[in-house]
């Protein structure tokens, strides 16, 4: 993990804990229901937005999208219902969930496409004012991470599982889009053990039998005078967690090749780490756990300026902060979120992100 200053500091056996927590997370219930909740914000505001502003202020927003919109709303409807009596079925392909998260990303990535702001499928600047309100509030119903219980297409060669690193999901820098960041999830102070491995292990192509986290792995043998293979394949993890609901196809793992020099989508196995049976008898335990603060440092505190901090650093304080060395204004960032990157306009007037510094000019 980046955050780390030497290779003794690094604790494998902490990486992995987190790791199962945060898939446990990304698959909740309750953090389906905030995707939900947060959605049906953005949808009603939407729909303000087109029915209120002037004719100006909503020249480049997509109209259209909105019964899209509308349907990802329905879809959630939909699946969590399912989900809250543990069918997971629900982030197949062609369900629900699935369906509503692909519908509210190309909502996301269409809703306005001014051409200063947005050009070949990439936005160039921050957007104005209340358009960025309008993208917060749609940010508000994504989490990095929760696309780890969708369905993997299996006909394709070139697809692997979801992460193939664990600092995919854990290093802060991933949470970091450009222009806006994810949330960094808080951990509990105590991370409950990874369980044992069970005896059930697959590979990439076979039916998943079973709800729940599963790990890559390889297999090794004893070998007689350290030749003739004897006894039964042993296995061992490599690799990342990822969680695959049943009945879909386990997929492959994105390797690197030495020879060809590429990360190439490689067959592999998998074995159960833990079956998920939550809520299948109806009920959801309290998953508050899940959402966390921060804690949050007042103007009163005599708390330590933070310093200054480079972009991928979880920001330790709300409030106001400036990038060094650039005339950009001020941007209001929260306790617990990535400092993010600054695009900055070159001298051919292309805009490009630089990873800056960052100080604390105001506290919350």
């Known amino acids: ?42 949808v009603s505001a939407y729909e303000h937005a087109i029915k209120s502003w002037s004719s100006s202020e909503q020249a480049h927003l997509d109209v259209d999208l909105l019964p899209l919109a509308y349907n990802a709303l329905a879809r959630y409807n939909d699946g969590l219902s399912n989900l809250a009596r543990g069918y997971r079925f629900v982030w197949r392909i062609g369900q629900s969930l699935f ?17 200063d702001y947005w050009e070949r499928g990439m936005q160039l600047q921050r957007y104005p004012e209340n358009i960025e309100r309008l993208q917060e509030l749609m940010l508000s119903a994504r989490f990095h991470g929760d696309r780890s219980p969708l369905e993997i297409r299996s006909d394709a ?40 491995a069970q005896n059930i292990v697959i590979s990439t192509g076979d039916v998943v039998p079973v709800d729940g986290i599963w790990e890559p792995v390889a297999a090794s043998r004893e070998r007689l005078l350290g030749l003739i293979p004897v006894g039964q394949d042993k296995y061992h993890g490599s690799g990342c967690f990822n969680y695959f609901v049943n009945g879909t196809s386990a997929p492959r793992i994105q390797s690197y ?9 490689v067959t592999t ?14 009920l959801v335990s309290d998953e508050s756990e899940y959402f966390l603060v921060a804690e949050r440092i007042s103007e009163n505190d005599t708390t330590p300026d933070p ?5 991928g650093s979880i920001c330790p304080v709300s409030g106001l902060w400036e990038p060094i060395g650039y005339k950009n204004p001020p941007a209001h960032l929260a306790a617990g979120t990535v400092m993010p990157n600054l695009s900055v306009r070159d001298v051919k007037g292309d805009m490009i992100a630089h990873y800056v510094k960052w100080r604390l000019v105001k506290r919350d």
């Not at 090749?257 to 989508?265: F, G, L, P, Q, S």
């Not at 196995?269 to 109806?282: E, M, P, Q």
């Not at 310093?307 to 972009?311: A, C, N, P, V």
């Open 157 to 196: 060669a070139y697809l692997a599982a979801h992460w193939s690193r664990p600092s995919d999901l854990l290093d802060p820098a991933s949470y970091n889009y450009g222009f806006y960041s994810m949330a960094y999830p808080v951990f509990p102070r105590v991370l409950p053990d990874v369980p044992e």
């Open 269 to 282: 196995s998998w074995r159960l780490l833990w079956a998920d049976d939550r809520y299948t008898d109806g």
């Open 99 to 115: 369906d509503a998260q692909h519908i509210c990303g190309t909502v996301f990535a269409n809703f306005y496409r001014h051409p």
């Open 1 to 42: 993990m980046s955050n780390r200053s030497t290779e003794q500091e690094f604790d494998p056996t902490d990486e992995k804990r987190k790791l199962f927590w945060l898939l446990k997370r990304l698959t909740s219930y309750a953090l389906w229901r905030q995707k939900h909740e947060a959605w049906g914000a953005f």
């Open 307 to 311: 310093g200054e901090l480079m972009t």
């Open 257 to 265: 090749n030495e020879t060809t020099r590429r990360v190439d989508a």
